[in-house]
Structures are given as C-alpha cells and as structure tokens.
C-alpha cells in the first residue's frame, strides 16, 4: 500500500513539477515585479541588518550543523550579547513575528505562494529592499528554529516531548525517512541567506564609496528587487516544507506532492541568482581594490610632483621611468630613443593633447620650434598623448604618424602612461580635449599650466623664459602690423607706404562685394590710399573657399591658405586668453577690449571691419558689416572731416560714436571654457551692458 502510494505521489509530483514550471514561464516576471512594486510606498526604511542577520546566520548554523557556515559567519561565538542586538530586534520583533505567521499559515501549496509572497510585500511596504529581505529570512529563521529546537529535545525533555507529541513532528528531522525532504530544505535556506548576505554587503559597499562609479555595483543594485521577491518566495517555499513537517506520522514519511516542486523551481531560481550577485560581488572589490592602488599611486605621484626637489624625479613620475626602464623617449629630430637624461637641467614643455590635435596648432609649433637656434637652446618639448580608450594597434599607428611630423621629443611607449598620471594632468592641469602645453623648470616644477597661447603669439619659446616676458607690457592698444605678422607679410610694406589696411570679413557674399565696392568708392572719395584683406571666419567654414573664389581679385587680397587664415583668429583667442588667465577685465584692459569687440562681431554672424593703418597709428576702427556700409553711404555727413590728411579714422569712429547709441543690435561671443572655467562678465562692445550667458555643446564632424 505504501509503495503504491509512493508511485502515486511521485507521478503527481512530476505533473505538478511541469506544469509549475509551465506556469512560472508563462507568467510574465515584469507582470510579478509589477505587483511587487505596487505594494510600496514611497518610504523607504532601513532596519540595523547587521545584528539581525547574525542572529539568522547563527540559528541556521546551530540547527544545520552538517553543512558549511552560512556567509562565511564565524558561529563559535555568542552574537547574542551585542549592544545593538537587542533594541534592532525589540523594534522589529512584532513585524518578524507577524511575517513569520504569513509563512507558516498561509502555506496551502503552488496556488498561494505568490499571493502570499505578495501580502508580505503588503507588510513591509514601507522598508527598504535589503529591510525586507533581512526581515522575512529572519521570520523563516524564526520558524524553523522553533520546529528544529522542539525536535532537537524531545527526548531529553518532557515538555519539548509533548509539544512535539502534539504537533505530530517526527521523531528524526534528518532521518532516512525525511532525508531528501531535510536535504532540498537545507539547500535553499543557505542560499537564501546567502543572497541576503550579498545584497547587504551591496548595501554596505554603496554606503562606504558613495562617490565612486562601480560598473559591477550599479548592476548588481539594479538587480536587488528582483532578487529579493525570489528570496522572499523562497522563504515561502520553506515555510511549505517546515508546515509539511507538522502533522506527519512515521507512516507518512513521503514527500509532499505540493511542496517539491516548487522547492526545486525556487532553488534553481534563487541558486542563479546567487551566482550572478557572487560574480558581481567579485567584480566590484576587484575594481575597488583597483581603485584603491590607482588611488594610492596617485597620491604619491601628487606628493613626488609637488614637493620633490629632484627634477628627474619628478619627470620620472610622470613619465612612469624607473631605473630598469628602457629609453622611454623618442627624438623626432633624430628618430631614435633616448633616455629621460636629455631633460636633465632644461625647462620642459609638455605638449599634452589626444589624437585629434588640430593640425594649424602643430604647424604653428613646428615653424616656431624650427626657427628658434638649437645650438643654445634651454628647453625641451615632449609630447604627451592622452586618450580615453585602449592602446590599440590603429591607435599607436596614428600615434605614430602624427610624431613624425614632430620634431622633439615624445613618449615612446603612450600605453605606459598610467591612469594617475592621466588623472593628474586632467585635475591639476585642467587637461580635458584642447591641447595645453604645460611648463616645467629646471627643478621639475609646474611654472605655468598652459602657455599655448603666449607661445603662439609671441612665436616664441625661449620667449617664455626671459625676465620680461609679459606679452604687450607696454601695449595700450592694438595695431594691425603686429595682429597678422607671420600671416599677411605684405601688411608691413603697406603700413611703411602709411597705406591705410582694412581687414574683413564674414560669409553673406552679397554683403562682402557690397562692402568692397564702398570701400574702394569712399576711400577714392577722400583721397586714401587702403588695402584690404578677407580674413574669412572664426568658424573656418569650408564654404569660405567658394567665397574666396568670388571675390574681385584686383579690388581686395586673400589670405589663399586657410591654415594662416584660421591662425589670424587663433592669435585673437590666444589674446583674450592670456588676457583672463591674468586677471585682466574689459574694463580696465582696452586691448582686451579691441580683441573681444572684433570676435563678437564675428560671432553675431554678421560681417565686419577692422581699419587701421596710414598715418593714424594709434586708431583702429571696428564696426559690424551692417553699420559700417552705413556709414560709408552717409559719406556726406563726415567728408569735411574724413578728407582732412589723417583724419580719415577719426571721422569715421566720430560718426559711428553717434551711431552706436542710436543702433539696436544683438550681439554675439562664442568662446570656448579657459582652463574649465568661463568668462565671468563680459560687456557688450557696443552698449556696455553685461551679456546674457548661454551654455552651447557642439559637435562639428567635418570628415
């Protein structure tokens, strides 16, 4: 009869098993998240885990004393005295109880083991995820610790034997007769409480790097409420097999035809779900250990930067050379390595840039690196590439190409650059994407963040050196001569001719001729010799080509290469750079003034005009495209005054003077952040008031 009723019993629990397995792939798990996820409320209370979980930790080793201790939990010592033990669980100990009836008078089989995993959720809808999953493993704890000490002493104590007498519970919890009952029961409490282990220390792992970014931990944290509703259905699970437990005579030593299933669909379930948090859990102290050394090797390298005194030391530190290292170097004069020694009592410039440096900024390095004498020379340039991927093979080639342009010296291997020194050159020097070229001295020590721009415009290195080396010290003003040196040469001839020279420019073409013929027309007018010059735009559009190519050759001049055309305004951002980077304002710098006047101009989106030049030397005019063809078709207004011998441009500013006040107009700056930071204020060149600020991103794929 028995063993018919075995066969019975097996053949049910093999449909059942199917078709729960049919059941819970058919059911949807975002459709079970949903329901969890309405049960909570938008509190989100956090228990003490710690002394709880221990108290867990420690019933299930003392009841299961065959198997491994839980989460690595040393259970040779009494936890029950902590200080923090008792009032975490006097506040908790009704919602623990209460969860605790919910599993075991609430398990009638499959059919209610969502619903009641759900009215637990109900219970504790306003605790936080981990809360949940520390509360109700210590409700099963509860229960089956109850069940475990009953049985465990009912033959050495009377009132443990009737107790269990009544209860019907079997004479040996671990006998054969119950063994692969005990066995599935034993299985899933440890990896339960396995998986609230881990999510905890997911917890605890959040607490303690709140600021650092952890691939691993941020995946894992988003997986933690759907580990905890399996965890809480597994909890379910076994309150099915501890109830199965109660009642059961030794002629009724089977396995339930209900509760073996399910422990197996949940096992299999939450045993995956362990090994993904384990995984996940190994990833995140790697990378925090990682971390921790990358943290560590960068406050040595900010310590040997900052306050050695070697200046191989510290070139050594950035350059990540030791004393068994090969030559790190390579001379692109000579094409050979070289050791880090060639550095040894010279001022350092460190070209820092990624793979995209833009190629007019390297021409205008290389012309002036090759002028400059090499037999006194007092410095040296390394370049030091940076980038945000991978040393790969089509990396280290470009890497190679763009070098060989360059005649100084450069990083041999750019793969050993290491993270710190990365990190450090992007805080300290304020690297992010534009190139910078950092100054070092005979000691190693940073003298100047960024001197790009004040080697571009005074076309000098050594420049950088010289006791007197502000840019402009004497300078109350601009003038064109010294504004487009190296780029229009013919402009000094004109200026010892007292030719009066207009540079221009802008993109409306119709506008352009317009200004041209005027131009030509007012200065016939009032007997001026003037020159002029297209300077395109700060954007360096491609159509600026197809302007160029419509221009009237014999009334104007072009800039024909547009690399010497994009260094004009270049130069103009190089001022205003070295200009803020000083301190200077608008207010109490005119040239700062001039320089900013013109690129606002530029950026309006209008054309524009510079004249300068003739025997005014010390007047420039600058005007948008719009008011100055104004201007010049109200020639009749200011030609008494205009045709005077050198009063050509103070007639012309007089006019625009009035005409300014009278004008409405919308001007425009576009400038890119100065060392990550923008300009604080900057005035409208033509009302004075301050302008609005706007933040822009921008992308210009133009290959």
């Excluded at 949903?34 to 080793?61: G, M, W």
Aim: net charge neutral; hydrophobic share 40%.
């Amino acid at each position: 009869m028995a063993k018919a009723l075995a066969n019975v019993t097996k053949s049910i629990s093999s449909v059942v098993s199917n078709a729960l397995s049919m059941s819970i792939s058919a059911s949807n798990e975002a459709t079970l998240m949903n329901e969890v996820l309405a049960t909570r409320t938008h509190d989100s209370t956090d228990i003490q885990f710690r002394p709880i979980l221990q108290v867990v930790t420690d019933i299930f080793n003392h009841a299961l004393p065959k198997v491994d201790a839980i989460a690595n939990v040393d259970s040779s010592k009494d936890k029950t005295t902590q200080p923090n033990l008792e009032g975490a669980l006097s506040t908790h100990a009704s919602i623990i109880y209460k969860i605790s009836c919910e599993m075991s008078c609430k398990c009638a089989g499959i059919a209610n083991i969502h619903a009641t995993t759900l009215s637990i959720f109900k219970v504790l809808s306003s605790y936080s995820w981990e809360s949940i999953g520390v509360l109700s493993v210590a409700a099963l704890a509860a229960n089956f610790g109850e069940l475990w000490l009953v049985a465990q002493l009912s033959t050495t104590n009377q009132l443990a034997k009737l107790v269990s007498i009544l209860k019907q519970l079997p004479s040996g919890l671990t006998d054969q007769a119950n063994k692969a009952k005990y066995e599935m029961l034993t299985t899933l409490i440890v990896t339960i409480v396995s998986v609230v282990e881990y999510i905890i220390r997911f917890k605890e792992l959040r607490t303690q790097h709140i600021t650092l970014e952890v691939p691993a931990l941020t995946e894992a944290l988003s997986q933690v409420p759907n580990a905890i509703y399996w965890t809480v259905r597994s909890a379910v699970a076994c309150g099915i097999m501890i109830t199965s437990l109660v009642g059961s005579t030794p002629d009724q030593q089977i396995p339930s035809t209900v509760d073996a299933p399910e422990i197996s669909v949940v096992t299999n379930k939450i045993k995956g779900i362990l090994s993904n948090l384990n995984n996940s859990y190994k990833l995140c102290v790697h990378y925090i250990d990682e971390y921790k050394k990358e943290m560590e090797s960068y406050d040595k390298l900010v310590q040997i930067v900052e306050s050695s005194l070697d200046q191989i030391t510290i070139l050594g530190a950035l350059i990540n050379f030791t004393k068994d290292s090969v030559a790190p170097l390579f001379d692109g004069s000579t094409k050979k390595k070289v050791q880090i020694d060639e550095l040894k009592g010279k001022n350092t410039f460190f070209l820092v840039s990624d793979l995209d440096i833009q190629m007019e900024e390297l021409e205008i390095l290389c012309e002036i690196y090759e002028k400059e004498s090499r037999s006194d020379i007092h410095y040296e340039i390394v370049w030091f590439p940076i980038i945000d991927i991978t040393w790969e093979e089509a990396t280290l080639k470009k890497y190679e190409q763009l070098r060989l342009k360059m005649k100084w010296l450069s990083i041999e291997n750019p793969s050993s650059i290491k993270a710190p020194v990365i990190r450090y050159i992007k805080e300290k020097w304020h690297f992010a994407k534009k190139t910078i070229l950092a100054v070092l001295d005979t000691k190693g020590k940073v003298v100047e963040q960024n001197a790009l721009h004040k080697v571009q415009v005074s076309g000098s290195f050594e420049f950088f050196f010289k006791k007197d080396k502000e840019i402009w010290s004497d300078q109350k003003t601009w003038n064109l001569e010294w504004l487009v040196t190296g780029i229009f040469d013919e402009i000094t001839e004109w200026a010892k001719e007292k030719k009066y020279i207009c540079l221009y420019g802008g993109e409306d073409i119709k506008w352009i001729k317009e200004f041209v013929v005027q131009a030509k027309r007012i200065a016939a007018s009032a007997g001026v010799a003037i020159e002029l010059v297209y300077m395109g735009t700060s954007n360096a559009a491609e159509h600026v080509d197809e302007i160029i190519k419509l221009l009237p050759k014999d009334q104007t001049h072009t800039i024909r290469n547009c690399i010497l055309m994009r260094r004009f305004w270049s130069r103009l951002e190089s001022m205003l750079r070295i200009k803020v980077q000083s301190g200077k304002t608008v207010k109490e710098d005119k040239l700062m003034r001039e320089v900013l006047m013109t690129l606002t101009y530029d950026g309006s989106g209008q054309g524009w005009a510079v004249i300068g030049g003739g025997p005014e030397t010390d007047i420039l005019v600058k005007a948008k495209g719009d008011l100055i063809l104004e201007c010049f078709a109200k020639f009749e207004q200011w030609k008494e005054k205009g045709c005077q011998k050198g009063m050509f441009l103070q007639a012309i500013n007089e006019w625009l003077g009035k005409a300014h006040s009278e004008k409405l107009h919308c001007n425009k700056l576009t400038f890119p952040m100065i060392d990550g930071h923008v300009l604080d204020i900057v005035e409208c060149p033509d009302c004075g008031h301050p302008m609005e600020k706007y933040v822009m991103y921008k992308c210009c794929i133009t290959k």
